[in-house]
């Protein structure tokens, strides 16, 4: 291979920005050893001032930074551009823009891949350019180069991950310490794991975001964020924390993608998972993503699922594979993957184990009027408890019951139909349980 000497552009030079210009630096000689001399040649921030002096920080020239993107699109020295502004735009023009101009492009935005990611890849491969996105999902775990390369033989059944550290953190410390949801968020935010509105977190979008891409790639059929039923995490209180682990559980936020007879389902939402699984001792801001082929059985992929540095080494690996193909003249050689076209189930149409707790009147024969609410609904019932009083309801008994694997239609008319009761106070809690 003819080494060349590679120039980067980089767009956004925020926390994985300064990453990225750090990694490039302090590691350019091994760079330059693995693949070929890579450098930065030209920075692009809103705020130039800022950016300036955290480039002469980490020992870069001030004069390589400007808040004019055709610096970069005009100069024909570089042939990779890195994208790290975040959100669709002005991101999306900026890459189409690179592509169009012929530039490879490398980006960890996962909202654009997420909704507008096919339309870019096709450009890139009408183009003959890289378009790559390893920072999208999971940070620093190379889980898009193992579905897409290393797993490629396989047949993927199931994809089953932890892929937003927030969330994670927040349950870790829920169930480690006892707190409540607002106590452990607050802490949260106060260390720097959760935005001061942290919605897209604790309600699951940034987690589906990454879903729809992992399903795209793993099920080669194109899934936008939107196809990604969602449930967050801001309704799991202390106490069925507790009874999962009486249960067996723990209780984790879960992106799930399955294909079935060619179709997909695509979904994050908070799940009981059994203390033996893999994924239940992932804890903290950590990621992990479980993934079930044909032929490989199940794998794990775990590690920092955030972070400057983390970030970074996924962008750099994605601009060091870039600038490797251009040395041998195969830009474009890993196209698009969604060939196919299936249809996304709706959530109606899932199927799973529920993990249901109630708050009832304390009466003989709310039991049985309760249960025959599921029965009638094909809700086959495989745990019934009777736990302690309420204590916001005196006289209100806590019932917590499991169900077999049963159609979710079901269950949402079985418990609307329980709700109609005189007997049902309120439905404190609906968890999905997951079995693998």
Same mark, same amino acid.
């Given at each position: ?72 699109? #005009? ?92 969330? +994670? ?50 099920? #080669? ?9 969602? =449930? ?157 009083? +309420? ?25 609307? =139909? ?19």
């Amino acid at each position: 291979m003819e080494k060349k000497d590679i120039k980067v552009g980089l767009v956004g030079l925020g926390t994985v920005g300064l990453g990225v210009a750090k990694v490039l630096s302090s590691n350019s000689d091994l760079i330059a050893k693995r693949v070929t001399p890579i450098s930065l040649k030209r920075i692009v921030d809103k705020n130039v001032t800022v950016a300036k002096e955290k480039a002469v920080e980490i020992g870069y020239s001030a004069d390589i930074v400007t808040d004019d993107f055709n610096d970069i699109l #005009n100069d024909a020295e570089i042939s990779v551009v890195v994208e790290l502004i975040g959100g669709i735009h002005p991101a999306y023009e900026f890459i189409k823009s690179a592509l169009l101009a012929g530039k490879n492009v490398v980006t960890a935005n996962k909202d654009l891949m997420a909704s507008l990611g096919g339309e870019l890849l096709h450009i890139a491969e009408e183009q003959g350019r890289d378009l790559m996105f390893e920072a999208s999902v999971a940070g620093g775990i190379p889980i898009l180069h193992a579905l897409k390369e290393c797993l490629s033989g396989n047949k993927i059944q199931k994809i089953m991950g932890i892929v937003n550290g927030t969330t +994670n953190f927040i349950l870790t410390q829920m169930s480690q310490t006892g707190a409540d949801f607002a106590s452990c968020l607050a802490e949260a935010q106060e260390l720097g794991y959760a935005e001061a509105d942290p919605t897209n977190d604790i309600e699951g979008f940034d987690a589906a975001r990454k879903v729809a891409i992992l399903a795209s790639i793993a099920f #080669n059929s194109r899934v936008i964020d939107t196809d990604v039923y969602v =449930e967050g995490i801001s309704n799991i209180q202390d106490i069925d924390i507790k009874y999962a682990r009486e249960l067996g559980y723990g209780i984790k936020m879960l992106g799930i993608a399955k294909e079935d007879n060619g179709e997909i389902e695509a979904r994050v939402h908070p799940a009981l998972i059994p203390l033996q699984h893999p994924l239940a001792s992932v804890n903290d801001s950590f990621n992990a993503v479980f993934v079930t082929g044909d032929a490989v059985g199940d794998t794990m992929f775990y590690g920092r699922g955030a972070g400057e540095l983390p970030t970074a080494s996924a962008v750099v690996g994605d601009i060091m594979e870039s600038a490797r193909n251009i040395c041998q003249e195969v830009t474009g050689r890993i196209a698009c993957t969604c060939f196919e076209d299936k249809r996304i189930k709706h959530m109606d149409e899932t199927i799973s184990k529920y993990y249901i707790r109630l708050a009832v009147m304390d009466d003989p024969g709310v039991l049985s009027r309760i249960t025959k609410a599921f029965g009638d609904n094909k809700v086959s019932l495989s745990s019934v408890m009777q736990k302690g009083h +309420n204590n916001k309801q005196g006289d209100a008994a806590q019932i917590v019951l499991i169900t077999h694997t049963v159609l979710e239609a079901n269950v949402q008319k079985a418990l609307k =139909e329980a709700q109609a009761l005189d007997c049902l106070y309120e439905i404190k809690s609906l968890i999905r349980v997951e079995k693998r």
